[in-house]
Structures are given as structure tokens and as C-alpha cells.
């Protein structure tokens, strides 16, 4: 992980290069003195954290904390789970749950700790888990969770008494302690057949005031089972523009501002880390041209990787959707090399076989999904036109891009490239390759039975096996499918306040623990 601030990012703020008028003459206001946050400025007092965001949530709802505009506002903050992951060691801890123990292949028992109360004042119960489980993995709600996590698994979790859980899968589960870190645990009272837009939990912090559109206020659960956090309140409010969610932290409006690039002026209260994020764009390959593999092949050669990543936004070409660390990361599958005349010829091909290269493919794109997202998408878009595509960009918000992202994906519409971002906080590719390569996957637009088998057979592996069937998986995707065009392991910038101690890891965009920040005094 590095932890640094810059001398790109200082060239950046001396240069002022941002992205549109409006920054540059909201910094301006700011180095003036003016507010730059808008209308609702945070305006709290030395008590509160606060945040700012480059969206709102879409949802607090539990089950959909791994998507990651609501995971790094729910998890461990207002929510826990049973078992957490350290992202530093890949090691899972202790949450919620103190011990697990594997009792046949098929089943787990799981000591569940005491003492816990949810924040409505009720005792955290083996029943509760329980109830958390079936939820988020057999409803008609339609959990993120459900599809990302669990894909076609069968979970049955049944309370031996108040602090003793026992959870059966259908088909042995090596790693079943590892998808429950995804499980938030939600008391009995919770709607089970429908989302909830304020949940409860057993965090650190509940939900004081969520005013839609301008912010979402926490305040400290007094009656946490941990250790308390420094901060009594956060306080979360979302800017777009990356200059001004910088200039927040500069002028003393925030103290904490994600999703940064470069250019936006943070200067020295700029940390960079490492993130285990990989942006991609996810290919509807059953659709014309893109069900042609050539024209798919032609995409990734038409990418220029490198102009990405210098240029555009920051990080390092990647050519697979897991960073090095998570089991499965296969070294040998490599960034696809950017030669535009190959692409070219591949297309040229194509189109003298009969394959309708004049259809147009439309990027959907989402804005605000890392820093410079449409920039991105036009430098996409310019690769794809000379070689011979034609291309549409279609920017969305996150409440819209999200109809194209997750299935029953939406009718009547022509060939896609979907701008996406898979960040695999788990650690294990698993969480990967059901969920987004499958054919029946949550986000899969194409799969085949070939590349479903490797699949299969590399989550029932264990160990050693287990790392070298998933990383052959990858280099099949990688040579023989080819359903995406990955671009690059992005790095993170956050803009961080001289009051606040913290620091970022790996699965900071994900989520983002308050109770790791610190007074700095």
C-alpha cells in the first residue's frame, strides 16, 4: 500500500487543470474564502466528521452493502457482519461471530459474541443472524449481495441457541466464513420481503437524519459493543465535481473527500493509495458486432492503456479483474498491448465476413464512477471509431447506469460497452467470476459453458488448487472469451484535513470505517 502525497499531485494544483469552468471558479471562491459546498454547506461543529462524496448513496439498504456507493457509508459503520476481512493481511477476523469451525463439508457452526444490542435497543441473537442470512440470500427482495456473494449457492442457517449459529450449504463451501463477511446483520423486526431505506444494526453508528439529496447525518451508538470511535456524529454530503470536493478539505468545509484525481487541487492534504478497484468495460457479447470475437479482440487493441493512466485518471494497466493479492490473481495474464493497426484489421476482417461493424455500440457510461469517468469514455470512444467501430457515449446517473448493470438488464436495446468497476474487497476470486464472468451471474451479460465449468471447479477448491484453478480461469476469459476490455488497477486519492489521523487501505472505497479516523490533537 503507499500512503504519499505527490509531486504530481502538487503539479497538478499549481497548473489549476481542471476539468470545467465551474471548478476552477468554485476553487477560486474557495482560496477567496468563499463556501464552495453549495447551498447546504456541512456548517458542524468539531465533534462531527465530516465527509464528503462524489454521489449519494442509492440505498442504505443492508443487503446491498457490497455495492460500493452504499457499502463505504453502511459497512462497519452502521452494520456488521459475522466475520471481517483485514485488507492489509487478507486475514478474516473476528466481527460479530468469535469463532467458526467447520464441521462437515457442508456445514459450519459459528460462537457468536455477547453482549451486542442493535441500535433499537434489542440483543443480537443466533436468531437475528439467522434471520440476516435467509434474507439477504433467499428472498424476493433481490439482494446485490445474493447475486455478487452467494451467485447459485443454497444457504440454510439455523440458531443452536442464543449465541451458537449453525449454516448449511447445499455443496461444500470452503470459503462460506469469507461470504458471510458480507452478510449484515439486521434484527427480526427488519421488512423481510422489502428493501428498508434507514436500517438498523449493531455499529458503531446509527442514522441520526438522512435528508435526501443534500446529506446523511450519523451520530455514535452509545450502547456499541466496541471500542467507541473519536468522532460523536459524520456527517456525509456528495459533490460531483472532484475540484470542489478537494477545495472542501483545503478551505476547512471537510475534513475528509474521496474519488479524487490528480489535477483537482488538493496539493498537500492529498494521500494516494492503493486500491483494489479495476475499471473495465463489460461487453454485450451475444449481441452484433460484439458477438464476433475478432471485434471484441479489435476493442482491447484499440485501448490505449497507458494514455489512460498518464493522462486521464489514476493507476496501472491491468489485463484482469482481480488485483495481485486476491487468490486467483494469475501474473501471467498481461494488459493487452494497445496497436491500433491490429485493431483496424481485425475489424476490417470482420466486416468482409459479413459482420455488421456499421451497428452502432453504445458506451454506457456513469458519471462520477471514478474521477474523469466521461473523459475516459471519449478517449474509449476516439480508439474504437478509428478502428473502423461506430460508437455512441451514453453517460448516466449511478440510479440509472445501475438498470444496465445488474440483471434482468433492460429490453430493446442494441449492442453495449458497460463503463464499470469491480473492486474485490473479499480477496478471493470467487467473488469475481460467478458473479460478473457466469452466465447466469448477477452481472454477467455473456458467459459459456466452458468458462462456467472452470468456475465451478475452482470454487469447490481449497489451498494451493485452489489459486491455480482460478488463475487458469482468468487466462481462459483472457484468450479464449474475451467478454471484457480491462483498462487498469486504480489507484485512489483522497483529500484528507490536517485534524484527521487516518489511513487508507485497499478496500477504503469500499468501505470506509469512521471509527479508523482520529483527531489528529
Not at 476481512?85 to 461471530?97: V, Y
Not at 459474541?113 to 433499537?120: K, L, M, P, Q
Not at 444457504?155 to 442464543?162: G, L, N, S
Request: negative net charge.
Amino acid at each position: 500500500m503507499r500512503i504519499r502525497s505527490t509531486a504530481r499531485l502538487r503539479r497538478g494544483r499549481a497548473a489549476g487543470a481542471f476539468t470545467s469552468l465551474c471548478v476552477s471558479l468554485c476553487v477560486v471562491l474557495a482560496v477567496s474564502g468563499c463556501s464552495v459546498a453549495g447551498a447546504d454547506p456541512i456548517g458542524e461543529g468539531p465533534d462531527t466528521l465530516r465527509v464528503v462524496l462524489p454521489e449519494e448513496p442509492p440505498t442504505l439498504e443492508p443487503c446491498d452493502a457490497s455495492l460500493t456507493a452504499t457499502g463505504r457509508v453502511t459497512r462497519a459503520n452502521i452494520t456488521e457482519a459475522l466475520t471481517e476481512r483485514e485488507p492489509s493481511t487478507g486475514e478474516l477476523e473476528q466481527a460479530l461471530a468469535t469463532k467458526w469451525t467447520r464441521t462437515s463439508p457442508t456445514s459450519w457452526t459459528f460462537t457468536l459474541r455477547e453482549g451486542v444490542t442493535f441500535h433499537d435497543g434489542t440483543p443480537f441473537t443466533a436468531e437475528a443472524a439467522a434471520f440476516s442470512i435467509k434474507r439477504a440470500t433467499d428472498s424476493d427482495i433481490d439482494c446485490n449481495v445474493d447475486g455478487y456473494i452467494f451467485t447459485d449457492s443454497e444457504v440454510t442457517a439455523t440458531p443452536v441457541d442464543d449465541t451458537t449459529l449453525e449454516v448449511r450449504t447445499a455443496k461444500p463451501d470452503p470459503i462460506l466464513p469469507l461470504r458471510l463477511s458480507f452478510v449484515e446483520i439486521v434484527p427480526t423486526t427488519t421488512n423481510p420481503g422489502a428493501r428498508v431505506r434507514e436500517p438498523v444494526g449493531t455499529g458503531p453508528y446509527r442514522i441520526d437524519e438522512w435528508s435526501q439529496g443534500r446529506f446523511l447525518r450519523l451520530k455514535r451508538f452509545p450502547g456499541y459493543w466496541g471500542k467507541a470511535p473519536d468522532y460523536a456524529a459524520a456527517k456525509y454530503v456528495w459533490r460531483a465535481e472532484g475540484g470542489v470536493r478537494a477545495a472542501m478539505v483545503t478551505n476547512d468545509e471537510a475534513d475528509v473527500a474521496i474519488g479524487l484525481a490528480p489535477e483537482d487541487g488538493a496539493g498537500d492534504r492529498a494521500v494516494e493509495f492503493a486500491t483494489n478497484e479495476v475499471s473495465f468495460l463489460r461487453m454485450d457479447a451475444a449481441k452484433p458486432p460484439l458477438d464476433d470475437l475478432r471485434i471484441r479482440r479489435a476493442i482491447n487493441h484499440a485501448i490505449d492503456r497507458e494514455g489512460l493512466v498518464t493522462a486521464v485518471f489514476a493507476g496501472r494497466p491491468s489485463g484482469q479483474l482481480v488485483a495481485k493479492g486476491v487468490t486467483g490473481h494469475n501474473p501471467r495474464v498481461r494488459p493487452w498491448p494497445y496497436d491500433p493497426e491490429r485493431a483496424k484489421k481485425l475489424v476490417a476482417q470482420a466486416r468482409a465476413d459479413g459482420v455488421p461493424t456499421d451497428r452502432t455500440i453504445t458506451i454506457i457510461g456513469r458519471n462520477g464512477i471514478y474521477p474523469k469517468a466521461a473523459e475516459a469514455m471519449e478517449v474509449v470512444q476516439d480508439g474504437l471509431l478509428k478502428a473502423g467501430l461506430k460508437v455512441e457515449i451514453k453517460m448516466l446517473d449511478v440510479n440509472a447506469w445501475l438498470e444496465y448493470l445488474l440483471r434482468p438488464f433492460p429490453k430493446d436495446i442494441g449492442p453495449t460497452l458497460l463503463q464499470a468497476q469491480h473492486g474485490n474487497q473479499a480477496g478471493d476470486a470467487a467473488f469475481t467470476m460467478g458473479q460478473i464472468y457466469g452466465s447466469k451471474g448477477a452481472q454477467s451479460s455473456y458467459g459459456t459453458p466452458g468458462l462456467d465449468a472452470l468456475i465451478t471447479e475452482a470454487q469447490l477448491a481449497s489451498g494451493d488448487a485452489r489459486q491455480k484453478a482460478f488463475a487458469d480461469t482468468f487466462a481462459h476469459q483472457n484468450d479464449e472469451v474475451v467478454r471484457d476490455a480491462v483498462m487498469a488497477n486504480m489507484t485512489g486519492i483522497l483529500a484528507l484535513s490536517s485534524n484527521v489521523r487516518y489511513r487508507p487501505n485497499s478496500a477504503t472505497n469500499d468501505e470506509m470505517r469512521l471509527a479508523d479516523m482520529r483527531r489528529a490533537d
